[in-house]
């Protein structure tokens, strides 16, 4: 492959490098003024560097560009101004107002037609004189990390909505030998049965992620990167939808020596429905119809009398018919939180006695006994709990003491009567408000 940048002249285009510069104006690509897709990175000059990010030599440095991730749109074609930068955004060096403004091209795929020698397109910042500016590289970086980062836009004043970029360390003193470096690898699992352990082997691909030092990459999962020794903070990203749940501490810090090669492991679970049916459900025509199926309602009635339901009084409640027992379900209220709880489960009761809900499900029930330490129990357990607490307790009144454990019961079983907490056999869809 070519390694050789590639030369498409452009009009001049105003920029901060020189006041010479400020005054000048050239063509700017119509690109609509929105987010792009896509992505950039740092690479070798063989262009198989597996996401490198740490070099010897500013020379050694090339630029490259795709999709994102897997299944995601890369770059719009067409051809692309460069700059690198410190970290805070001081210019070293610039393509701007060079002979070719636009050294990077984008092909058909959305991918960097080659890799780009930043170095061999670039003016330094530092060097004076009149434009079209010699290709002179990029000043060195005053950071003590030697941290620096690199822009890429369709746009020659580079505004952000427009503009991809990357962060990327030069470690100068050793000629171009490769300086000590760290590989880390991050991984997404779904966790299906919700435990905190990758123990099922499910990969989620395309989550995002954040790995920091003091700089910042954003990728997406699965990937591994080349990284200085050093100490970095890996953040997965919460996504846009809200049923999801991390089940593994987020985020966390990884220590990298000279030479290792470490793993991060994101777990998450999605929640959704799992056949509940709800009060409203069990009050009207059709739960009727489910009730009094059984031997005209004596197994449904027979089943709700041997829970520990209550009334607004908090006194027992075992229904003699499912008129009675309707007028209840549609009455109840939290006043007495036992009441509203005892809805809840009764429902719950059928929905599982009339093979709605599989008792053996796991639902999301943060802040009950029954819940593991990331807040999942069975709908079976929940049930028991919630049936216990009424039997101790028929009334739950303000400012009693066990009212706000009622209420988690309570929340638990009315999320599952309404399709909410139910742990998803396989990942739901996700997406990310600003991706890379």
């Known amino acids: 492959m070519n390694r050789s940048p590639v030369r498409r002249t452009r009009g001049l285009v105003a ?3 020189a006041l010479a510069l400020a005054c000048m104006v050239g063509a700017v690509f119509a690109f609509a003024a929105q987010p792009i897709s896509g992505a950039i990175f740092t690479t070798n000059e063989a262009c198989d560097g597996t996401d490198l990010n740490i070099y010897g030599d500013k020379d050694d440095v090339y630029l490259d560009g795709g999709p994102a991730k897997e299944g995601a749109a890369g770059l719009p074609e067409g051809d692309y101004y460069v700059q690198v930068t410190e970290p805070d955004g001081t210019l070293l060096g610039t393509s701007v107002g060079t002979e070719n403004e636009t050294p990077v091209h984008v092909n058909s795929e959305g991918e960097f037609e080659t890799c780009y020698q930043l170095s061999a397109i670039l003016h330094k910042a ?9 290709i002179d590289g990029y000043d060195t970086t005053s950071n003590e990390g030697g941290e620096y980062k690199v822009w890429v836009s369709p746009n020659g004043e580079f505004p952000n909505d427009e503009t991809k970029t990357d962060n990327f360390k030069v470690k100068e003193g050793g000629g171009h030998e490769e300086p000590p470096a760290a590989t880390l690898s991050v991984v997404k699992f779904y966790d299906a049965n919700a435990n905190g352990v990758n123990d099922e082997g499910t990969e989620i691909k395309g989550w995002e ?3 920091h030092d003091g700089i910042d990459w954003n990728r997406f999962t699965p990937h591994t990167m080349v990284l200085d020794p050093d100490e ?3 953040t997965e990203f919460d996504p846009v939808e809200p049923n999801w749940i991390h089940t593994t501490e987020n985020p966390l810090v990884v220590v990298l020596e000279d030479g290792d090669a470490k793993t991060v492991e994101f777990g998450n679970v999605c929640v959704g429905a799992g056949g509940g049916m709800t009060l409203g459900f069990w009050s009207n025509k059709n739960g009727k119809r489910i009730f009094e199926a059984k031997d005209k309602g004596k197994a449904s ?8 339901l209550r009334d607004e009084e908090g006194n027992a409640f075992d229904p003699t018919s499912y008129t009675q027992f309707r007028e209840w379900l549609l009455s109840a209220t939290a006043k007495n939180m036992a009441y509203m709880l005892s809805a809840q489960l009764a429902a719950m009761e059928l929905n599982v006695a009339n093979g709605k809900v599989d008792g053996g499900s796991l639902i999301y029930a943060p802040g009950t006994e029954s819940a593991n330490a990331l807040g999942f129990a069975t709908v079976n357990a929940v049930m028991a709990e919630a049936n216990a607490e009424l039997g101790l307790h028929g009334t739950a009144l303000s400012g009693d003491a066990w009212r706000d454990y009622q209420e988690t019961l309570k929340d638990a079983l009315d999320n599952a009567n309404n399709n909410l907490n139910f742990v998803q056999e396989e990942p739901c869809p996700f997406s990310f408000e600003e991706e890379i």
């Open 301 to 308: 009635l027979a089943l709700l009398v041997g829970l520990n």
């Open 232 to 234: 970095y903070v890996v």
């Open 126 to 134: 530092s060097d004076a004189g009149s434009p079209p500016f010699p």
């Open 209 to 211: 992620f954040n790995v």
């Open 15 to 17: 920029t901060g490098l």
